[in-house]
């Protein structure tokens, strides 16, 4: 803004010490007035100088330098107009020198109300606060302001939008409407930018026509406003036609499409908008790299993620806390826990989000211990744990069963005013809900302060997962009276208590419900159903559920295959389980381990243990669980030889065997009174450095033996073994002595 004319005021009332005669008065000023023209001219180009070597020196952020230079001025009684205030003012914008920028205030406040409330010193003085976050400071000087521009309601508006307050950022701009004033391409994205973070998709379509109308959606920042406020606000399609029929993109564009695609679940887009971007020759920004890892971590695309890991090395971007957390996320997400690591490690500055990202991984993985010592540490660093750091460690503790810990943990939240947070007293509640204590659990409920959907969805779950569904339906229809609308989550876990609970018909009637009431069953209410039904012997239903969900529209998943599976095997069916088979074929879903390892259990325990062999070797990538499947199959059809050969096998390939393979492998040997390749696996179990052999093991051997009439055999093993033998193990033993005619024995065991 161009500098106002300072006016200064003549003084009506000069003092003279004795009376001069108005031809003397004359001579008198005819002989001073050069000589006061020379002085005036001297020092106008002195101020010219000063100014000039402030504004240098301001350039440079030496303000302070230029802050003795006013001092200076002053002491010389050098005019000091508005713009040299002006200039010093705006330097501490760019330093953010709030308590300098507040010295200078008082200069100007001395000199007087009339210098004070200049348009352009105020103005230049609610632009400085609010560039420098002082709300209180700002919004009192621009309350006061004679004219409000808009330069100064830009600075308030900006100020409003950084702090978060977004609804009186909107308030501002339609007032500023009220006044007569148009907003310019600087009040524009900032009041789209406040439209996307409350969702305002008709204000915000509304400033987009005005934005056509008055011929700034050229401007570059503002389109990518536009682009931007449309993503927040879920609209991606009108993000993309704003993106789309843009002349000119800078890099801010590209971030704007990619980022709204990514907030939006659209992740494969985000990618291929990425691959765009690169082919246009626009070089990415931390935004760029850090929204690519997270559309990777949210696909598992491990690849993608090491690619833009490797571009932020390649493009020379600094490991800030940004990006450093990004691709600290996309690691622990894709399991590659070690290399998260060593990107923390290389990290100079981290904050609390990089510390908690780190822990939540170590979590997920179920390493609890390496989550405290990084807990330990960040103490160390002297940073507080927040409601995500507590979140993450209650979920550890809950799925580890520690109780203790989590007592811990809680008492931390109370001390700290933390179990208010919705996410950390959700936590707690899960926590004692899965350590069986959820009388606690309730409690914890009870006392929480804000309880929202998450909430009563976590005990709801709680009750459900415990079987008592009495106790969930209550929590069902409270939530309702207290005004908490369910969702399908809700009606997921109630219908999961009734069908852990043997409720079948309690379930089904459920989910006869939810439609009818607006609630679309999804990919898990259908998974559960089909699981449920299964497992309660429904298998019938369970395969009808699952060809409903098909022509509902959804898609199922490895779970549902699998639990459908598992229905044919309930009831025989291997005509079923062909024709799910086939599905599998059809839709290229067979060859994950998952589903593999139940088309093998399947065939094999449907009577063609042939069909479940062709399976197996379909398989190019044969994991554990797939060998375990078919030596069960072996064994099951009494096939210990073939049984055998696999378990060397799998061993040849660098497998480890679990406590199941040894299980199927004893199994096998036992019905086919294989007493020597049992004992045998039996040394290899006990030489084991993975597994400890389980009292089913032993009671696998002691039948073999048993059956084979080594008794004595039998007995000693079962002396040696650290179990004591329950009621099967010893059956087998009895029933073999009575059969050899071992009364000795027979008694000493009835005894």
């Known amino acids: ?25 004359h001579k008198k000023s005819q002989a001073q007035f050069p000589k006061l023209q020379e002085n005036a001219t001297k020092n106008q180009t002195l101020s010219k100088s000063y100014f000039t070597q402030m504004s240098t020196l301001s350039k440079q ?68 606060y609010a560039k420098c976050d002082a709300e209180k400071d700002s919004n009192r000087l621009f309350r006061r302001v004679r004219v409000k521009n808009v330069f100064s309601w830009a600075a308030v508006i900006g100020l409003n939008c950084r702090l978060g307050f977004y609804k009186e950022a909107l308030l501002g701009f339609m007032e500023m409407q009220e006044d007569g004033l148009l907003p310019d391409n600087f009040v524009v994205p900032n009041v789209l930018k ?11 379509r509304a400033l987009h026509g005005f934005v056509v109308k008055m011929g700034c959606s050229e401007c570059v920042f503002v389109a990518s406003s536009l682009v931007d406020m449309y993503g927040k606000c879920g609209v991606v399609d009108e993000a993309r036609k704003v993106f789309d029929e843009m002349a000119e993109r800078n890099v801010i564009t590209w971030n704007s499409i990619i980022v709204s695609y990514v907030q939006n679940g659209l992740n494969e887009e985000a ?3 990425f691959c765009d971007m690169r082919e246009e020759g626009v070089e990415p920004t931390h935004v760029t790299v850090s929204s690519l890892l997270s559309a990777s971590a949210n696909l598992g695309a491990v690849e993608e993620g090491k690619q833009g890991h490797a571009l932020a090395v390649v493009s020379g971007l600094e490991l800030n806390t940004i990006l450093g957390s990004s691709i600290i996320n996309f690691y622990s997400k894709v399991g590659l826990i070690e290399d998260a690591e060593v990107v923390f490690s290389r990290m100079n500055e981290k904050d609390v989000v990089t510390w908690n ?28 744990f927040d409601s995500v750091t507590l979140a993450s460690l209650m979920s550890a503790f809950a799925d580890t069963r520690n109780l203790k810990f989590g007592k811990e943990a809680h008492c931390y939240c109370i001390r700290n005013n933390l179990e208010d947070d919705v996410v950390v007293a959700s936590s707690i509640v899960d926590l004692y809900a899965k350590c069986d204590k959820i009388d606690n659990a309730r409690r914890a409920f009870d006392s929480a302060t804000t309880g929202d959907r998450v909430m009563w969805n976590t005990l709801l779950a709680a009750y459900a997962g415990l079987g008592h569904s009495g106790e969930a339906l209550k929590l069902f229809y409270q939530m309702q009276l207290e005004s908490v609308p369910p969702n399908v989550m809700t009606w997921n876990s109630l219908i999961f208590g009734f069908l852990k609970n043997g409720q079948v018909s309690e379930a089904q009637d459920m989910f006869l419900q939810m439609q009818p009431l607006g609630v679309e069953p999804n990919l898990v209410t259908w998974t559960t159903m089909i699981s449920g039904l299964a497992d309660n012997g429904f298998g019938h239903d369970a395969i009808q559920a699952f060809c409903r969900m098909q022509e509902a529209g959804i898609k199922p998943n490895v779970v549902s295959i699998v639990c459908v599976l598992k229905a044919c095997i309930e009831i025989s069916s291997l005509q079923n389980g062909r024709v799910i088979h086939g599905y599998l074929i059809r839709h290229f879903l067979y060859l994950s381990t998952p589903v593999a390892t139940s088309l093998v259990d399947m065939y094999a325990k449907c009577g063609n243990v042939e069909e479940a062999k062709r399976v197996f070797d379909m398989v190019s990538d044969k994991e554990l669980p797939i060998y375990n499947a078919m030596i069960s199959s072996y064994a099951l059809h009494g096939q210990a030889v073939e049984a055998l050969a696999l378990y060397r096998r799998l061993k040849e390939e660098g497998l480890q065997p679990d406590s199941v393979t040894f299980t199927n492998a004893l199994y096998a040997c036992s019905h086919c009174s294989m007493v020597t390749e049992g004992l045998e696996l039996l040394d290899d179990l006990l030489s084991s450095q993975t597994v400890n052999p389980s009292i089913e093991h032993y009671g696998c051997v002691v039948s073999l033996l048993s059956r084979c009439g080594n008794v004595d055999e039998a007995f000693r093993l079962i002396a040696a073994m ?25 008694g000493y065991l009835s005894d």
């Open 1 to 25: 803004m161009a500098s106002l004319p300072y006016r200064t005021v003549p003084n009506p009332h000069p003092s003279s010490s004795k009376k001069s005669t108005p031809i003397e008065t």
């Open 61 to 128: 952020s030496k303000i302070q330098e230029a802050v003795d230079l006013l001092i200076q001025m002053d002491l010389k009684s050098l005019r000091i107009g508005p713009e040299i205030y002006g200039e010093l003012l705006q330097a501490c914008v760019y330093d953010r020198a709030l308590q300098t920028g507040k010295q200078i205030h008082a200069r100007i406040i001395k000199k007087g109300e009339n210098f004070a409330r200049n348009e352009y010193i105020e103005t230049k003085l609610v632009i400085f």
């Open 194 to 204: 406040a439209c996307g973070a409350v969702e305002w998709i008709g204000v915000g």
């Open 271 to 273: 990618i291929r908008v």
């Open 357 to 384: 990202l780190l822990i939540s991984g170590y979590v997920q993985i179920g390493e609890v211990d390496k989550a405290l010592e990084m807990c330990r540490l960040m103490r160390l660093e002297n940073l507080r």
């Open 722 to 746: 650290p179990y004591k033998p329950d009621a099967q193990i010893l059956g087998s033993l009895l029933a073999a002595c009575r059969e050899q005619n071992n009364i000795e024995l027979e």
